[in-house]
């Protein structure tokens, strides 16, 4: 089945400076990956997805792009706010389109 | 996109009880999953709800310990089990089938005592 490593697991960053979080899958297969982004207490949203046949996609200050080649996917936020501080999780989603198997997530903190 | 609708939205529990968790969709969807994120950890994948069938367990979780129903399209329950302080965690309900992103609903805290 599909594993998703993600890296880093902590990410700390100057307000205003960018983020870059990076996975890789396993399943070549893939063809769907959604961003998640969780804050304390509450449940995992959406931001952002890009399915295979894309190579990059922009939604204001946050991007991801994706090589399938290399089966690697990033995920970028410029010009970070302290609201950007929380958990990002990537994940994959198998061919078929049933089950979203995630990364073990970045916990990102954003020093104003 | 969906809106889902979960609950309780926490319970303490004695060992050695059960907890059914349910979980209600504005929309019908044929798949609903059921997540378990313990403290500080990610998404782990209990099972697939499919109405009209069995859940389809993924590995080291059982239809004993985590019994699953799906009556209709826009409803389903976990119960947890037989509860010990290891089944302290968030149980996560979502839909999301085909190449879409999941939508949550809120979460059930669980602490068993």
């Known amino acids: 089945g599909e594993n998703v490593e993600q890296h880093p697991s902590t990410l700390s960053v100057q307000e205003g400076d960018s983020a870059v979080i990076k996975c890789t899958y396993s399943?070549?297969?893939?063809?769907?990956f959604p961003w998640y982004k969780q804050e304390l207490g509450k449940r995992p949203q959406l931001i952002i997805d890009?399915?295979?046949?894309?190579g990059e996609k922009k939604d204001q200050r946050i991007a991801v792009t994706l090589n399938k080649t290399a089966k690697h996917f990033s995920l970028h936020i410029t010009e970070t706010q302290p609201e950007d501080s929380a958990v990002y999780f990537c994940?994959?989603?198998?061919?078929?389109?049933?089950?979203?198997?995630f990364g073990a997530g970045t916990r990102l903190f954003v020093k104003a | 996109s969906a809106v889902i609708s979960q609950k309780p939205s926490r319970d303490i529990c004695q060992r050695g009880t059960s907890l059914t968790i349910q979980c209600q969709v504005d929309?019908?969807?044929?798949?609903m999953f059921w997540y378990r994120q313990q403290p500080g950890q990610s998404l782990t994948l209990i099972a697939t709800?499919?109405?009209?069938?069995?859940?389809?367990?993924e590995s080291g979780f059982v239809i004993d310990k985590f019994p699953i129903s799906r009556p209709n399209l826009t409803f389903s329950t976990l119960t947890v089990s037989n509860l010990s302080p290891e089944d302290s965690s968030i149980y996560l309900c979502?839909?999301?089938?085909?190449?879409?992103?999941?939508?949550f609903g809120q979460g059930t805290r669980l602490t068993v005592v």
């Open positions: 994940a994959a989603k198998e061919a078929g389109g049933f089950k979203t198997i």
């Open positions: 399943d070549s297969a893939s063809n769907y």
């Open positions: 890009i399915r295979s046949n894309v």
């Open positions: 709800a499919n109405q009209g069938s069995e859940a389809t367990y």
């Open positions: 979502s839909d999301g089938q085909g190449a879409q992103g999941a939508f």
């Open positions: 929309s019908q969807v044929t798949m």
